[in-house]
């Protein structure tokens, strides 16, 4: 049985040692048969660098390495070119002097080994010099291979001002490229976001974007028959629904979906689900950002957005959906033609994973109260299992009362109308249960359905000063018809309507009915 390719490994590392690798040369041709400048945006743990380091054994001349991938007979291996390889994402650089530091390093790295010396003091003169020297001693243009080039500006993202040192630093470094397009056979640039304003976007205006290149959609991830197909031997056993349900569902305009391939790896040493990927990092500042914008949590299931706003975003206008995307806490689920070059993209979680995580990751945040809702979530899992609808409104409010006083002075987020209503998503999208916010049906919207094989809640939240009783909400549900369709359908209906207090921060109305078919 192959070994699992789990940590940072070279492309020749992996091929040489046996490891599983999922055939993505074919497109290295398309790429180097169609243009010059590229640049590709994918999550974090995607599979970028391994694709760069791939990239650069073919440039390389590396035969030996391709037996049996689709390159060996389609690449022409005599030409060998020098590579630059330059990555920004070792370490975390909090000012331009750092950052200077860092990328005089890897200039004086590259020229060591390409055997030259460089001079220069300043970082845009000695990468021009690097480039040229290595095309004057070796005869050939160089391929230029830049990764996570914007890991400075994410790592400081917090901080506006430090954001934006980064941004015009890496600006000096990254303009060299458009002038020195004589000495430059191929250019390849990965990162997380599009930021605008940096060089390489404004500069290189033949810089050709393939992150939403529906044929470039599967360059990075596994698509289900990639999976199939290489890592057969492990399979047995494996319930193949429920691996797509956790770790597939990826999408970048490409006509399928792809899995992460850090998860998958995970999973198959592991031999267990987990939240593999989505415990690599911490998205604190992302949480910070929906804060600030009083996001409403449910509505991150079903986002509309302009695909041009998708693509990029500026420092001094973060949009949290760009960031939500580009970071793989969200992707395409739906695209809409509304006029030529006009698309409207619908963006949701993509597997259970990402959904379950971030949303355990915002209750904690919205709540203040990590520890105590770690315990809740186990007995409101049960509680809505045996359907005792006391103990569910007893967890709930636990989940309000355990929320400091001090939390709600320091950040007013009781001032945020979608707040309460926020807290209870993340709570039970948090359980991992079949969670509908705000379903559509012929008479309007309920706020949450909850849709386990048992039974259906379906629940509707109104918000009073002081005293309420839930029953408004009960009546609205049934004067609207929400239950209507699950009724019809032979399901059993349990309809729950919770006032919530501003003067108390708790629930100040709780009401519960169950509906038969006979009742509509």
């Not at 037996?67 to 070119?81: P, R, S, T, V």
């Not at 695909?307 to 420092?315: E, K, V």
């Not at 206008?317 to 970071?327: C, G, H, K, M, T």
Request: charged share 25%; glycine share 6%; aromatic share 14%.
């Amino acid at each position: 049985m192959q070994k699992l390719p789990i940590g940072i490994y070279t492309f020749s590392e992996i091929i040489t040692e046996g490891y599983y690798y999922v055939d993505k040369t074919y497109y290295i041709y398309q790429l180097a048969q169609a243009g010059k400048y590229y640049f590709l945006s994918r999550p974090r743990r995607f599979g970028k660098s391994l694709f760069l380091d791939t990239l650069k054994c073919a440039f390389e001349g590396r035969e030996e390495l391709f037996k049996g991938l689709y390159l060996e007979n389609n690449w022409d291996f005599e030409k060998a070119y020098p590579v630059l390889c330059f990555s920004l994402g070792r370490g975390r650089v909090s000012s331009l002097e750092e950052l200077n530091t860092n990328i005089l390093s890897m200039l004086d790295a590259q020229a060591e080994k390409q055997g030259i010396e460089c001079k220069n003091e300043l970082v845009a003169n000695r990468f021009a010099e690097l480039i040229q020297k290595v095309y004057a001693k070796t005869g050939r243009r160089v391929v230029i291979l830049i990764d996570e080039y914007d890991k400075p500006i994410l790592d400081n993202l917090e901080d506006g001002q430090k954001a934006e040192q980064m941004r015009d630093g890496l600006m000096n470094f990254y303009s060299v490229i458009k002038d020195s397009d004589c000495y430059i056979e191929f250019c390849f640039i990965t990162g997380v976001s599009k930021f605008s304003r940096v060089s390489i976007f404004s500069d290189l205006n033949n810089l050709e974007d393939i992150s939403l290149d529906s044929r470039m959609g599967a360059i990075c991830g596994y698509t289900q028959s990639e999976l199939e197909n290489t890592f057969a031997e492990r399979l047995p056993g494996v319930d193949l629904d429920e691996l797509a349900t956790w770790y597939n569902g990826y999408n970048f305009m490409g006509e399928e979906n792809v899995y992460n391939p850090f998860d998958v790896l995970l999973f198959f040493r592991e031999n267990k689900f987990g939240n593999y990927w989505f415990e690599t990092a911490t998205p604190s500042f992302l949480v910070k950002l929906l804060r600030r914008n009083k996001i409403y949590l449910p509505n991150l299931e079903h986002i509309e957005i302009d695909q041009n706003m998708l693509s990029s975003f500026d420092l001094e206008q973060i949009l949290p959906e760009a960031i939500l995307f580009q970071s793989g806490y969200l992707t395409i689920k739906n695209v809409e033609e509304m006029a030529p070059g006009q698309r409207l993209l619908t963006l949701d979680f993509p597997n259970r994973e990402v959904r379950v995580s971030l949303n355990m990751h915002l209750l904690n945040y919205l709540s203040g109260a990590p520890s105590r809702t770690s315990s809740l979530r186990f007995r409101m899992i049960k509680a809505l299992q045996q359907q005792d609808m006391q103990q569910v409104k007893k967890l709930f409010q636990s989940l309000f009362s355990s929320i400091p006083y001090e939390w709600y002075t320091q950040s007013r987020m009781d001032e945020y109308e979608g707040y309460y209503a926020s807290v209870v998503y993340a709570f039970l999208a948090s359980l991992g249960v079949d969670l509908h916010p705000e379903p559509s049906s012929n008479h309007g919207q309920a706020d949450l359905i909850i849709d386990s094989k048992e039974v259906v809640y379906i629940l509707e939240f109104k918000v009073v000063e002081l005293v309420g009783d839930g029953q408004k909400a009960i009546t609205q549900i049934k004067e609207k018809g929400y239950h209507q369709q699950y009724v019809q359908a032979g399901r059993k209906v349990i309809l729950l309507g919770m006032d919530f207090s501003k003067q108390e921060r708790n629930i100040a109305g709780f009401e519960f009915e169950w509906i038969n078919f006979e009742e509509i």
